[in-house]
């Protein structure tokens, strides 16, 4: 039984990833351009000790011109989202 909701229908929080660090989820409508760009700009420019993930309410594929525009400010190391 999960302690936090009080029922079995919720993780546990003994499951969760409860770590020090602080978690950023940037959410957009596609997560084709904004978000995705925003969690790679954050993610270069954050310290380590944070967590960035983004997500949409729709899943498309990344727009080419994301890493463009990461490529004119000199971020070429571009992860797959």
Known sequence: MC????????????ALDLSDKTRILVVCSSHSVRSPLAHLLLQHYL???????????????????????????????VPDL
Do not use: Q
Not at 51 to 77: F, Q, W
């Open 47 to 77: 310290p380590d000790d944070r967590i960035v993930e983004s997500a949409g309410v729709e899943s498309l594929d990344t727009h080419p011109a994301v890493e463009n525009v990461l490529a004119d400010i000199g971020i070429s190391d």
């Open 3 to 14: 302690p936090v909701r009080g029922t079995e229908d919720h993780v546990a929080v003994d």
